[in-house]
């Protein structure tokens, strides 16, 4: 079997132009004045031979003799029209043949132009850089399409904006991501729809971060919605950018409820001991800045080993919950948190609360507790459901030290014990003297 002679492939700087002749005068003078002309040239003497290289090269242009000896140029330019390497390439007939009957067959076989011969070189060159230009204009509007259907099928919504933030275009997924319609949306001000709390944000596109970062955007509905924007400037349009917009909102409920999740107690849904240490630090150093009192509340259920003991686990834990919804209801200031400690104990935390107050706080706790009537046939100090509670108050300087603060009001708790249950005893911690209070006797 013998070996197809190579063809170089095709320059993409340069139009290639297949010049398809079985005469050899004038293949020359066609290829020498293409090559004048700056074109890449390839030669073939017979249609089999232009088959091979047109798939080979894939030209820009061919110019195709029709009658050759083999398979002649109307059956050349037939297969050349049916294999979908070679479709879209035109093809300039060349021929002797000027009868109306010759050119209609040329053209029903997807010609696109015809030279009658004998050639004149300034038509041939006039033709070929006509369809040149078409040819061009063809595959412009071809990527064009190609790119608009990209972008339309996005699942980002993109935007093309202005460098004060005025929207040019917008793809269909914004109307997805924030409820308009991509015409509704250009003329808009993205400055307008993004929910500006960072400095500089809506300052101007060219004032923001070029990249990808988290921002909440406007829905047609009103509502927020959290998405990643990235923006990156045209080069090739001055003073144009490119918005992508990524939708994360479901991703963010999902990572904020994983979150909460991570703060609360499994079992009775309040704060637990991670998110109240957190808590407390927070409120320890702004309680040094502004000079305020702090107090802290430790809670105990009375007898609950003997509650456990005598109604089962499953009825402990329906206690407790009863038990931290009530230390809930008491937590109302954003700077109150009430949360599970561990096994039987809670604390509260009050922020900006002096000794006094605490203290009334605190009795109405343990009395509202008590009002709860949870029956506990094991409890030698009442026949309900009882609780202890220690307060300490402090007005924290940078020499105090945060765990004192829980050792002191953990010992006021233990106090209310020894005291008999059932009451509150509070103490003021880095004074001269300690006040022991009892609030109340059951």
Same mark, same amino acid.
């Given at each position: 079997?013998?070996?197809?002679?190579?063809?170089?492939?095709?320059?993409?700087?340069?139009?290639?132009?297949?010049?398809?002749?079985?005469?050899?005068?004038?293949?020359?003078?066609?290829?020498?004045?293409?090559?004048?002309?700056?074109?890449?040239?390839?030669?073939?003497?017979?249609?089999?031979?232009?088959?091979?290289?047109?798939?080979? =090269?894939?030209?820009?242009?061919?110019?195709?003799?029709?009658?050759?000896?083999?398979?002649?140029?109307?059956?050349?330019?037939?297969?050349?029209?049916?294999?979908?390497?070679?479709?879209?390439?035109?093809?300039?007939?060349?021929?002797?043949?000027?009868?109306?009957?010759?050119?209609?067959?040329?053209?029903?076989?997807?010609?696109?132009?015809?030279?009658?011969?004998?050639?004149?070189?300034?038509?041939?060159?006039?033709?070929?850089?006509?369809?040149?230009?078409?040819?061009?204009?063809?595959?412009? $509007?071809?990527?064009?399409?190609?790119?608009?259907?990209?972008?339309?099928?996005?699942?980002?919504?993109?935007?093309?904006?202005?460098?004060?933030?005025?929207?040019?275009?917008?793809?269909?997924?914004?109307?997805?991501?924030?409820?308009?319609?991509?015409?509704?949306? =250009?003329?808009?001000?993205?400055?307008?729809?993004?929910?500006?709390?960072?400095?500089?944000?809506?300052?101007?596109?060219?004032?923001?971060?070029?990249?990808?970062?988290?921002?909440?955007?406007?829905?047609?509905?009103?509502?927020?919605?959290?998405?990643?924007?990235?923006?990156?400037?045209?080069?090739?349009?001055?003073?144009?950018?490119?918005?992508?917009?990524?939708?994360?909102?479901?991703?963010?409920?999902?990572?904020?409820?994983?979150?909460?999740?991570?703060?609360?107690?499994?079992?009775?849904?309040?704060?637990?001991?991670?998110?109240?240490?957190?808590?407390?630090?927070?409120?320890?150093?702004?309680?040094?800045?502004?000079?305020?009192?702090?107090?802290?509340?430790? %809670?105990?259920?009375?007898?609950?080993?003997?509650?456990?003991?005598?109604?089962?686990?499953?009825?402990?834990?329906?206690?407790?919950?009863?038990?931290?919804?009530?230390?809930?209801?008491?937590?109302?200031?954003?700077?109150?948190?009430?949360?599970?400690?561990?096994?039987?104990?809670?604390?509260?935390?009050?922020?900006?609360?002096?000794?006094?107050?605490?203290? %009334?706080?605190?009795?109405?706790?343990?009395?509202?507790?008590?009002?709860?009537?949870?029956?506990?046939?094991?409890?030698?100090?009442?026949?309900?459901?009882?609780?202890?509670?220690?307060?300490?108050?402090?007005?924290?300087?940078?020499?105090?030290?945060?765990?004192?603060?829980?050792?002191?009001?953990?010992?006021?708790?233990?106090?209310?014990?020894?005291?008999?249950?059932?009451?509150?005893? $509070?103490?003021?911690?880095?004074?001269?003297?300690?006040?022991?209070?009892?609030?109340?006797?059951?």
């Amino acid at each position: 079997m013998t070996n197809p002679v190579p063809v170089p492939l095709a320059d993409p700087r340069k139009p290639a132009i297949l010049i398809v002749d079985d005469a050899p005068d004038n293949l020359g003078t066609l290829r020498s004045m293409m090559l004048r002309q700056g074109y890449q040239t390839f030669v073939a003497t017979s249609g089999d031979r232009a088959l091979d290289i047109a798939q080979r =090269v894939k030209p820009d242009l061919i110019l195709l003799d029709v009658v050759m000896p083999g398979i002649d140029g109307l059956e050349t330019c037939r297969r050349l029209k049916a294999h979908p390497a070679t479709t879209r390439i035109p093809v300039i007939f060349m021929s002797a043949r000027g009868e109306t009957e010759d050119i209609v067959a040329g053209f029903d076989t997807g010609a696109a132009d015809y030279i009658p011969k004998p050639l004149r070189l300034e038509e041939v060159c006039a033709r070929v850089r006509a369809q040149l230009r078409l040819r061009s204009g063809d595959a412009q $509007s071809e990527q064009t399409d190609r790119l608009r259907m990209i972008v339309n099928s996005m699942d980002q919504g993109l935007l093309i904006v202005e460098g004060c933030g005025r929207v040019q275009y917008a793809n269909p997924a914004c109307d997805r991501y924030l409820g308009y319609a991509p015409e509704e949306l =250009v003329g808009q001000s993205l400055k307008e729809l993004l929910d500006c709390k960072e400095p500089g944000c809506c300052e101007g596109l060219d004032a923001m971060a070029y990249g990808t970062r988290e921002v909440k955007i406007r829905h047609r509905d009103g509502n927020l919605r959290a998405m990643d924007l990235t923006m990156t400037p045209m080069h090739a349009a001055d003073g144009l950018f490119v918005v992508l917009l990524h939708d994360i909102t479901h991703h963010k409920q999902s990572e904020d409820a994983l979150q909460r999740a991570a703060m609360l107690d499994p079992l009775t849904k309040i704060a637990n001991r991670r998110h109240f240490d957190a808590f407390l630090d927070k409120e320890w150093h702004r309680a040094i800045r502004n000079a305020q009192p702090l107090s802290l509340v430790v %809670l105990d259920v009375d007898h609950f080993k003997l509650y456990n003991d005598t109604l089962g686990h499953a009825a402990g834990d329906v206690c407790l919950q009863k038990v931290a919804q009530t230390l809930q209801d008491h937590a109302a200031r954003p700077t109150d948190l009430a949360a599970r400690y561990g096994g039987e104990e809670f604390v509260l935390l009050f922020a900006e609360t002096p000794a006094e107050n605490a203290a %009334l706080l605190a009795e109405m706790i343990r009395a509202a507790v008590a009002a709860l009537e949870i029956p506990n046939p094991g409890s030698t100090t009442s026949t309900w459901l009882t609780v202890s509670v220690g307060v300490a108050t402090i007005v924290p300087t940078q020499l105090d030290a945060i765990d004192n603060l829980f050792v002191c009001a953990d010992r006021a708790m233990y106090a209310a014990k020894a005291g008999g249950r059932n009451r509150v005893e $509070s103490t003021i911690v880095g004074a001269a003297w300690d006040v022991v209070h009892d609030a109340a006797a059951y």
